[in-house]
Structures are given as C-alpha cells and as structure tokens.
C-alpha cells in the first residue's frame, strides 16, 4: 500500500500568493494531520481531521491558513496570502484508531515551501 | 511554551560511542514516541511506551519511560551512520485528546564514521 503522499514536493512562490498543499492519506485511515517544521520552532501541529471533520485547529497560525478534507482520500492546506514567515515544511499524517492507547502516525514527505 | 524539552539538541559522535537523548516535561503523559527523521522525508515511528517505567529495546536502541511519566530517555549503543538523523519524542498528554501529539524539540544526531 502506498504511503501519505504529499503534492507538490517543492513550492517557490512570492509574497502575496496564494499556496496551496495536497494530501492523500494512507486508504482506511480516520485521522489526518497537517504539520509545520522550521529550525526555530521544530514540528508543530496546525490541525488535524477526523473522518474528515476537523477537531482541533488550534494551531493554525491565522486566518491567512485554512484547510479542508472533502472526502476520505484527499486534504488541502491552503495560505492565502502567503508571506515569507510561512516559509516551512509542511507534512501531512495520516492514523488509523487501534483501540485507546496507541496510535502510530505515517508522515508523507513533506512539501519545502520557500515564499520570496 | 515548549512542553518536551529534548537534550542536546546536537550531537556528533564517531562509529562505536554509546550515546543518550533525553526528553522531558513537567506535565504528565498517557503514552510517548519516538520518530527519526531523516533529511528530506518525515518521521517514522520507532517504539511506543504506555507505562511508567517501561523499558523497550529495538536491536541497539534502547527506550526507557520515566517512572512519573513525565521523561523519556533513548540509548543507543555503539552507534553507526545509518543512525544519523533527526530523534524526536512525542507525547499524548494525560487526559488530553487521544490523538494529538506533541512533538519534543529534537535531538539532531550525527554519527562519523
């Protein structure tokens, strides 16, 4: 089976446009994550789904993030405007609930969002 | 705030050295992890431990989790290259949301041939 796949890989944009993040996670997985990586700050929650109804957005920084999960194969995250501040790596997981204890998360690669 | 302190941030040590990373907190969990991370893909899930005091070992690695729950240790022994990464814990605060993680700081290791 495949893993979290995560679209594009690499992102350079400009301050001011508008970015957008794609997810598919692994098939048969209730719970999606989206995270934020930096140097400063390391691995960061933003959200994250439950078949597909968000739970927590807590995280995300401001109104400038929004994120969707349409159905149970596919995720967006979307800055608008973006800024260089946003400049991350972005990784999307994906979980599967096994009782109440334990739950493994698989992370896709990640997408390197450098804004300009 | 950063609720899991991990220590040292760095380390580079050569082929052979055992070494410790180390994650605390002041706040108590209900299970913790470890990923590594290596360059350019995300992390992948090494050990879970549930119970205050487990110790679990992964062939050179070995997993310890504080009595109080509150800290976590990893040691490895006679490290190797392909060790190389980024170690982080995470953890699952008690009586939190089941699902959530919070990530430690990481530990960045390097290992020298």
């Known amino acids: 089976d495949a893993g979290v796949i995560q679209s594009p890989r690499h992102e350079v944009t400009e301050m001011g446009q508008e970015v957008t993040l794609r997810c598919k996670p692994i098939s048969g997985h209730d719970y999606l994550f989206w995270y934020r990586q930096t140097m400063m700050r390391g691995l960061e929650l933003l959200i994250y789904f439950n078949n597909n109804v968000p739970i927590d957005d807590s995280g995300m920084p401001e109104d400038r993030f929004s994120a969707k999960m349409p159905n149970a194969s596919f995720s967006t995250l979307k800055i608008q405007p973006s800024e260089p501040r946003d400049s991350a790596v972005y990784f999307c997981?994906?979980?599967?609930?096994?009782?109440?204890?334990?739950?493994?998360?698989?992370f896709g690669p990640g997408t390197r969002l450098l804004v300009l | 705030t950063q609720l899991l302190e991990q220590s040292p941030q760095f380390l580079s040590i050569q082929e052979g050295e055992n070494l410790t990373v180390y994650c605390n907190s002041s706040?108590?969990?209900?299970?913790l992890q470890w990923y590594r991370q290596e360059p350019g893909e995300g992390p992948v899930l090494l050990v879970t431990?549930?119970?205050?005091?487990e110790v679990k070992k992964l062939k050179r690695l070995t997993f310890q989790f504080g009595d109080a729950r509150k800290d976590s240790s990893l040691h490895i022994t006679a490290a190797q290259p392909g060790d190389t990464g980024l170690y982080l814990c995470a953890g699952r605060r008690y009586g939190g949301a089941t699902n959530k993680l919070i990530f430690g700081t990481g530990t960045l290791l390097a290992v020298q041939p």
């Open positions: 997981a994906s979980s599967l609930k096994q009782g109440r204890i334990t739950y493994e998360q698989y």
């Open positions: 431990v549930v119970t205050g005091g």
């Open positions: 706040s108590v969990f209900s299970s």
